[in-house]
Nanobody, 124 residues
Framework: QLQLVESGGGSVEPGGSLRLSCAFS????????MGWFRQAPGKQRQGVAS???????NYADSVKGRFTISKDNAENTLNLQMNTLKPEDTAMYYC??????????????????WGQGTQVTVSS
């Protein structure tokens, strides 16, 4: 029952950085997990990073060490700091929310709510 609105996407050169933000509103209910998915044209949406209600994070192997997910419940925001971007990171990025454990959320969480997405393009 959350409304999610992403921002911060854009075009950068390889090695550059972007910070995505997601503003959420509405009742969170039992959606303890939040995260980011991405989808390239013709591909399935894949989990990138997740964060549990307690703040525990998980990352896809392809972004581990480069991306950092964080949230600020007081400000109702979810963020994804993306560093050392690669062309293969090019995709539409979606902010998501879903059910799960207070202490642990998988990267490929079961999504209940989707944002509309923000485009990230990495090219030279």
């Amino acid at each position: 029952q959350l409304q999610l609105v992403e921002s911060g996407g854009g075009s950068v050169e390889p090695g550059g950085s972007l910070r995505l933000s997601c503003a959420f509103s509405g009742k969170k209910n039992s959606r303890f997990c939040m995260g980011w998915f991405r989808q390239a044209p013709g591909k399935q949406r894949q989990g990138v990073a997740s964060i549990s209600g307690s703040g525990r994070t998980n990352y896809a192997d392809s972004v581990k060490g480069r991306f950092t997910i964080s949230k600020d419940n007081a400000e109702n925001t979810l963020n994804l700091q993306m560093n050392t971007l690669k062309p293969e990171d090019t995709a539409m990025y979606y902010c998501v929310a879903g059910g799960g454990d207070w202490h642990y959320c998988p990267v490929d969480l079961e999504v209940a709510d989707w944002g509309q997405g923000t485009q990230v393009t990495v090219s030279s």
